[in-house]
């Protein structure tokens, strides 16, 4: 008879480190195999019966590294007395649903087919993050609005230093946001892909074998990858989705970028500040699902600093030889040494067998769900980018938690009418609520203001005058139905109106508050007062 046996492995600093363990781990009598993660700071350990977790620590724990037994479950998950919930996936939505329903008294079982953590924290929010502030700090050293004061002076760029900073952290939070809260709160961790057998039991395939999971309740938080468009000849080139992107330590020379996303924009500056010649594909405008003051601003800011905007472009084909790749496009040949392909995510579902259980998708795969994350199969809900909700981390983490109350036996909406969304490129790109057009769409009339930041006091200080604050309010009763920013800070700047929205407050109402003065915020308050003065003829911090 044999057994598996998890552990959670502190201190490993590199693959070498993973595979040393693994090497003292077989040495111990009594053990058949070792799979050891660096990544996932994780051993599973297959056995003969009787081998103890202890005897598997020392081992690890001579080497230097330290080592404490992981709780997994029996082949057959059984509940000792409380509801069994299931949870797919472990990015932010899946461990948002699984601390509170194990907070809840709930017995959670999480399933995981690869590293631990999902999308946000180990390819997608931090690592481009850390990427895109790297990226700032080049571009102002080699240029900023200071310069004839402050000599500029160009960088020196070592991008495998770079990359060791980013994966500490990434890794760091791994284990302090992710891994250790596992144990911490009493959740067990199956690995393996999951798919539903019935409407009450899960499948998990692993190399060990597979193993069924029985659940009363089932949240789907699988999230998403990234989409490749059916461009011929793309499939046999070597291209980067974002994922590559971000772990490579490679800065092309020349990089043509297909899409014009959030993804893609942020992305291409920071391959743009760090020494790349950027091009941008875009199928029609930037950031076409905005107001088109947004893309037009964008664009702007882009070409000046070098980056080429190729608007209402689309490539037709993709060849790769001689270590370059050659798009053809409707106007005209573009050659690169690399291409970053960021069109849009696709929903991880494919492989759950969701139509066992009458689940219903969309027409691109996303799980459709209510405002209390349930599906269309009973007992089964969807949290985050597998989901038809907008893809942001913040609200697959709503989402789950609401998943987990209604799980529960409570009753929690999500609400997405006031959701601020930020881009972050330089400027930034902000938005919350309504734009004119859409609130006009759904039969409001409406109105809006924009103010330039020129007119802003804390803009002109920082001599970061391009960009506006555009509010929107109702016609008449001055509701505040919107607000889009671009500007350097503009994410710090929409949250203030994303309250502001979820309060109901009026054009008036804003303009009362106190804001202090020289921060960005207070352009809130100046744009709000341009629907009753011209705030040029305002002096300076006007009430």
């Known amino acids: 008879m044999t057994e598996s046996i998890a552990l959670h492995v502190q201190g490993m600093t590199c693959d070498s480190s993973a595979t040393r363990v693994k090497q003292a781990l077989e040495?111990?009598?009594?053990v058949l195999s070792a799979i050891v993660s660096y990544s996932d700071a994780s051993a599973r350990i297959t056995a003969q019966r009787g081998v103890r977790a202890e005897a598997l620590a020392s081992a690890i724990e001579a080497l230097g590294y330290g080592a404490k037994p992981v709780r997994t479950n029996s082949k057959t998950s059984k509940s000792s007395g409380g509801l069994r919930v299931a949870v797919i996936g472990s990015g932010g939505g899946a461990f948002a649903a699984a601390l509170k329903a194990a907070d809840a008294g709930a017995s959670v079982t999480m399933i995981e087919r690869s590293v631990i953590g999902g999308t946000c924290v180990n390819v997608g929010c931090v690592p481009s993050k850390i990427m895109i502030q790297a990226?700032?700090?080049?571009?102002?050293?080699?240029?900023?609005a200071?310069?004839?004061?402050?000599?500029?002076?160009?960088?020196?760029?070592?991008?495998?230093?770079?990359?060791?900073q980013q994966k500490s952290l990434v890794n760091e939070l791994r284990r302090s946001k992710y891994q250790d809260l596992l144990e911490a709160n009493h959740i067990s961790l199956v690995r393996g892909q999951a798919r539903f057998k019935d409407a009450r039991t899960l499948v998990v395939t692993s190399p060990e074998g597979e193993r069924e999971i029985a659940f009363d309740r089932c949240l789907i938080a699988t999230g998403a990858r990234p989409a490749v468009p059916a461009i011929p000849g793309l499939s046999d080139a070597p291209y980067w989705t974002s994922t590559d992107a971000l772990a490579s330590p490679q800065i092309p020379a020349r990089l043509a970028v297909i899409g014009s996303s959030i993804v893609a924009v942020e992305i291409a500056q920071a391959f743009a500040r760090l020494g790349s010649k950027v091009t941008i594909l875009a199928r029609s405008t930037v950031l076409s699902r905005e107001d088109p003051a947004i893309g037009d601003a964008l664009t702007e800011a882009f070409r000046a600093e070098g980056i080429e905007m190729w608007t209402q472009t689309q490539a037709t084909s993709v060849r790769h030889a001689n270590a370059e790749f050659v798009l053809t496009t409707n106007r005209g040949e573009l050659r690169a040494e690399q291409v970053l392909v960021a069109t849009g995510r696709v929903a991880n579902t494919a492989e759950l067998q969701l139509e066992t259980i009458d689940v219903q998708v969309d027409a691109n795969g996303r799980i459709v769900v209510d405002q209390?994350?349930?599906?269309?199969?009973?007992?089964?809900?969807a949290a985050g980018d597998c989901t038809d909700q907008p893809q942001f981390v913040y609200v697959a983490a709503a989402a789950g938690t609401r998943a987990a109350i209604n799980m529960t036996g409570g009753d929690a909406i999500l609400r997405l009418d006031a959701m601020p969304a930020v881009v972050f490129t330089d400027p930034q790109v902000a938005t919350v609520g309504l734009s004119e057009a859409q609130a006009r769409q759904?039969?409001?009339k409406a109105e809006s203001r924009t103010l330039t930041l020129d007119n802003v006091p804390r803009a002109l200080v920082n001599f970061e005058t391009h960009g506006f604050i555009k509010v929107v309010a109702e016609a008449?009763?001055?509701r505040l139905l919107g607000v889009q920013a671009v500007a350097s800070q503009a994410g710090e700047i929409i949250q203030a109106a994303a309250v502001a929205i979820r309060a109901g407050m009026r054009i008036e109402d804003l303009t009362d508050q106190l804001f202090p003065y020289l921060t960005m915020v207070e352009g809130l308050k100046l744009a709000a007062q341009t629907f009753t003065k011209d705030v040029r003829q305002l002096s300076c911090c006007a009430g």
Not at 147 to 156: L, N, R, Y
Not at 372 to 381: D, W
Request: aromatic content about 4%.
């Open 442 to 444: 759904q039969g409001l």
């Open 476 to 478: 008449g009763s001055g």
């Open 27 to 30: 040495k111990v009598t009594g």
């Open 372 to 381: 209390h994350m349930r599906t269309s199969s009973p007992n089964v809900f």
């Open 146 to 164: 200071f310069d004839d004061g402050i000599s500029p002076s160009a960088p020196v760029i070592d991008r495998n230093r770079l990359l060791t």
């Open 135 to 144: 990226a700032h700090v080049a571009h102002v050293r080699r240029q900023s």
